[in-house]
C-alpha cells in the first residue's frame, strides 16, 4: 500500500545535522563501545548528537513540567543500559524504546495519554512547516485526518512521519511485533482515507497532492 503522506507531514526537526555528522564520520559505534566501557566524555558526545531529537520526541507526548524530569530519566536509563545495546543496530530507535518506556510510565502514573501535539494548532503556529501545506484546503483536510484517528493511531504515525522512525524501530519503541505494527500503519492510513472520502474529499487526489 502506497504511504499517504510525505515524511514531512508534521512539523520535523531532530537535529539532523549533528546526526547525519556523527553517522558519517563512523564514530557512532566506536563512542557507544567507548561509553558503555564508562567512558563518560564519549557518552556526553552522544548525548549532545541525539538530546535534540529525544527532547522533541518528549515535548510531543508530555507537558513541559513534566518533559525535564523524563528526559533526565531517559539518558540515567541510557547510561546504565548501554552494555545492553547490540552495536550496529539503530541507536537512535534503542534511545527511543528507552524513552518511550519513561513517558508510558507517566502516563500510568498520572492516569492520562499522550497529548499528541494537536497537528493542526502546529499548522497555524509554527512557521517551520512546509509551505505546501499552508494552504487553507490541505490543513482542513489534516484537520480530517487527525480527528478520524484513534490515539494509537496518532501515535503511530506521528513516530512514523514526525520522528522519522522506520516500522521496524517503531514495533521496538512500542514493545510489539513488527507484523502488529505493519497491520495498524497500514489500519491507520485506511481511516485517514475513509474519513477524507466521507467529507468528500478524493484520497487519489491527495495521493497526487503528496506523491
Known amino acids: ?29 566506536s563512542l557507544l563501545g567507548s561509553a558503555a566501557r564508562g567512558d563518560e566524555d564519549a557518552f556526553r558526545r552522544l548525548k549532545d548528537c541525539y538530546s535534540p531529537f529525544l527532547r522533541r520526541f518528549v515535548n510531543k507526548r ?19 543500559s548501554l552494555n545492553s545495546y547490540r552495536t550496529g ?68 504515525l506521528t513516530l512514523y512521519y514526525s520522528d522519522e522512525l522506520t516500522l521496524k524501530e517503531i514495533s521496538l519503541a512500542l514493545n510489539q511485533n513488527l507484523n502488529t505494527t505493519k497491520y495498524q500503519f497500514y489500519r491507520a492510513h485506511e481511516v485517514a482515507l475513509g474519513a477524507l472520502n466521507s467529507n468528500g474529499v478524493s484520497g487519489v487526489e491527495l495521493f497526487e497532492v503528496f506523491k
Not at 504511504?3 to 559505534?29: D, H
Not at 513534566?66 to 528526559?71: F, P, R, V, Y
Not at 539503530?90 to 497537528?119: E, G, L, T
Open 62 to 80: 508530555v507537558g513541559p513540567s513534566e518533559a525535564e524530569d523524563i528526559l533526565q530519566d531517559t539518558w540515567i536509563a541510557i547510561w546504565t
Open 89 to 156: 543496530s539503530s541507536f537512535r530507535a534503542w534511545a527511543s524504546a528507552i524513552c518511550m518506556r519513561r513517558i508510558q510510565d507517566h502516563w500510568r502514573r498520572q492516569s492520562c495519554r499522550p497529548k499528541n501535539a494537536d497537528w493542526a494548532e502546529e499548522l497555524e503556529t509554527n512557521g517551520y512547516v512546509q509551505s505546501d501545506f499552508q494552504s487553507i484546503e490541505l490543513q482542513q483536510s489534516m484537520k480530517v485526518i487527525w480527528s478520524a484517528l484513534t490515539t494509537s493511531q496518532k501515535e503511530l
Open 1 to 29: 500500500m502506497q504511504s499517504l503522506l510525505p515524511r514531512f507531514w508534521l512539523p520535523i526537526s531532530i537535529g539532523a545535522t549533528a546526526l547525519s555528522k556523527l553517522k558519517e564520520s563512523k564514530t557512532e559505534n
